[in-house]
Every structure is written in C-alpha cells, then in structure tokens.
C-alpha cells in the first residue's frame, strides 16, 4: 500500500499552546466505525485547528480482546497499519509516528503491534490562512487484525475541526488525552552520541547502550527487545538475550537472520521494560561493527 | 487466466505420512540463504503419493506455503490469479509446483487429504501436488513464516528465490495487476537459465499456522 500524499515530517509535540476557539458552539466531531473486531475513530488532540500550525490527529483503534493490530514492520507476517488521507487544499498529512510496538509470538513466529485500546499519531501540515469555520478531514484506513487467524479490516474515517482565529486559551481535548499521553510515552527517543555500539559476534549482533537506566533502580526487574526496521536484519522472534552491567549497561545479544547476510546498519526500535510496563523506547542506528564489506547488504 | 484440468488428483487416499524429515526445531532458526541447496524433504500429497524434492532433479520447482483461509491467499485464488500461475507453468511439464500446507491439526488452514482432494476441485487448484507437512517439519526447514510464503529452486536443487509472491503487501485482489510478481519473475528466470534478479524478499501474509 502506497502512503499517498502523505509526507515525512518532524513535529515536536506542542506544549502549551495559548489559541483561543472562535465559535464556542463548534466542536470537535468525528464517528467512530467498527469493522469486525476493531473499533476505529479519528481523534484530535487539541479542540480546534490554528492556521500555520501543524495539528495533531490520531487514528483511534479500539481491538477486541485478544486480537492485534500492526507497527510499521509488522514481524514475521501480518501488515501494518495504513492510511490514505482526502484533506483539502493546503493541508498536508505527515507519515504515523508511530508508537513503540509489543511483541507477541505464535508457534516460533513473530509479531510486532498493538492490542487494547491504542492510538496512532500523525501530524497534519496547516496551512497559513484559512477560510473556513471548519474543515473536514477524511481517511480510508486499512489494517489487518491477528489472535490465531487474520481478518483485513477498514473503515472510511472523517474528523470535522473547527478553526480558532483569536489567542486565548486552546484547550486539550480531555476524553483523549490518555492516548496521547500513552503515545508519547511510547514515542521513540533518539540516543545520544557515543552511547551505543552494534557488533557482529558469529552469527548473532550484540547490541550494547549506556546511559538509558538510572543508577539504583532495581536491575532484576528490567527486560528489553529490539525490534527491527528492516525485517532481514535478525531473526525477528526467539530469545534475544538481555544483559545489565553494573556499569547500567544494557546488552542484548540478537540471533542472526539465517537467510540474509548481516547488516551493515542496526536500525530499529530498542524497548525497554520494568516489570510489566513499558520504561522507554530508543530510536537505534548504529554501524554494525565486525560485518565485512563483502557481507554487506 | 486459464483453469486447466487439476493433475491426476483422483488417486487412492492413503494415510498421511512424512518418511524423510530434516531436523529444525524453530522456523526461525531454518531455513536457507538463496543461492544454497535447497533443504530435501519427502512429504506425502492429498492423494497419498510421496514426493522428494529430489524426484524433480532437472525440474523447475516452486513451492507454495498455503492456508485456503488465510486472507492473503483468497487474495490469489478467489479469482483465479493462482490457479491461473499453476496451471500455465506446469503446462509444459519443465516447471513442478508443489503447494504445502504446514497448518497443524486443529489450527486455520488444516485439511484432511480428502478435505484437499475437495478443496481442489471446489477451486480448481492446478498445482501439481497439494503437500500435507502437518507437523510442519518441512515448514520450517525452510523457515516458512507466511501465507502465501514462496520458493522456487532450480534443477540441480539450489534454492533461486525465496519471499513474497508479490510486491504489494495486502489482501486485495485488485492490486495483484499492479504489484511486481516475483514468482513469476523467479520462475521465468530460472527457466531460462537467468539470474535471478530480485532474489530474496521479506514475505507477506498470515504467520503459518504450526
């Protein structure tokens, strides 16, 4: 599936925005579709759209018990997530950022996604001067939802938002805050400079950071998986072996793909875990040290 | 898309068994880079005859990891697009394609041989043999992850492509005419004696159900 006119864009998430609604009366609205095991709905962040300001949207899915929905790489099978906007003129979709996926393992295979009640967030470009009280915006959403077997599923998705003009105070839409908030605690942070190293050792690729964990916390109660961008770079399911230094070093070594050569990059999702929730998630793309540039991909 | 006659699929059902079996404990731990032997295998088909990978020494060979309820294979086969492959490339007798089923007992996808034996008359599969790898042994040797999951090997037993039967990564059939077709392109290669251009591929579809 293509993205459309979808674009890779970079907002920081906004804090503190001090706009003012024009028409008190307009309101948010969207509905939500079910289609088979998933509820969906396009949901705002904030209560209205500010000309020149990107906005926050979010694709709500709401699973049915059990079942999952995908991340970007979805593992060993199943397909992620995907949206084809209709915005009008000006507006611009940027691509989902997507939140730090969970891992779930069937008979040796993996996948790489969601359950619950989730959101995905993406950015839409406003443009500068709009003229309009409100605008539409529309989605064709496709996704595929998994327990032990799989149904496609989508829904025709629109959100209608009105458009603030004066300064005063933009209100965050509280009945979906929670999502937000469990989104951006799953965004993936970027790792520091010289705080990583990959390193081809036989057939697997030890994955060593620093500087993640505090001192002091309590180091049996810390788990982590890596999930990769490129599916062929590691085998996607099995053990990945997880080590805590005392230094707070975290190494997971990664079993190798048997099928493809070693990577030349490490690229992917490292997720960190104290007891059963989620502690962060680190953007990860380091050189892989050790691949000869004969093996290279 | 033509629908020819399925190949001698009326014989004797007899039970199920796997006389041969390379030893993999984990489909992620199986299987082979391409360009290397292609793991052997003897499996038994939905009619009771064996079949070993190297019965077909000399022979174009794909095989075609199904579940005939998984949505990306109804993908191929609700209008004919696989049926269609089958029954083209096996025409001239150089090309074998062996379709196997690695479902388990109980989970999605799992017939009997006679549940098949109907399954490809109700569809006019034309495969040359629908292969019933129920323990999943052969599964993964080759580390068959999805469904559809394709390889295809050639006449001296060297594993030539393995991957996604297509480029575009959905279940709907309406996009097979615009996606690149890598098993056609493997095929038509190996064929002819050509390198494979694109020859490995992250596949797509239902995780096999082992």
Known sequence: MQHGETSLCFYAVAAGLVLSVLSPLSVVHGQAVRDGQVEAELISEYSALVPGQPHRLGLRLQMDQGWHTYWQNPGDSGIATN????????????????????????????????????????????????????????ATVDWLVCKETCVPGGAELFVTLPVAHHFGSLSRDTRHADLFTWADHRTPRELSEGFGEAELIGDDIRL???????????????????FPHDPQSIAMSGEQRFTLTD?????????????????????????IHQGGDLYSSIEINLPVRGVAASDRK | MKFAAFFGLTGLVTALAIVAMPVASDAAKGGVATGEPAPAFTLTDSNGIEHSLSDFAGKTVVLEWTNHQCPFV????????MQGWQGEYTAEGDVVWLSICSSAPGKQGHLSANGWNQKIQDKGINATAVLIDEDGTVGRAYAAK???????????????????????????????DSATNYLASAVDAVRVGS???????????????Y
């Open chain 1, 83 to 138: 949206i084809r906007w209709d915005l009008p003129g000006g507006f611009v979709a940027c691509e989902i950022d997507w939140p730090a996926p969970d891992y779930f393992e069937l008979s040796g295979l993996a996948s790489y996604g969601y359950e619950g009640e989730i959101v995905l967030p993406i950015f839409v470009e406003v443009p500068e001067t709009v003229d309009a009280a409100e605008v539409t915006w529309r």
């Open chain 1, 208 to 226: 060593t950071v620093r500087g993640l964990l505090p001192q002091g916390d309590d180091s049996a109660s810390f788990s982590a998986r890596f």
């Open chain 1, 247 to 271: 230094g707070r070093e975290i190494i997971l070594d990664l079993p190798g793909n048997t099928i493809s050569p070693p990577p030349a990059r490490l690229s992917g999702v490292l997720v």
């Open chain 2, 74 to 81: 109804k993908k191929f086969y609700d209008e004919g697009h």
């Open chain 2, 146 to 176: 999805t469904t559809p999951h394709i390889y295809v090997i050639d006449g001296e037993g060297t594993l030539r492509y393995q991957g996604a039967i297509d480029s575009i990564r959905s279940t709907k059939t309406s996009d097979i």
């Open chain 2, 195 to 209: 390198e494979v251009v694109t020859d490995t591929t992250t596949p797509y579809g239902c995780s096999v159900k």
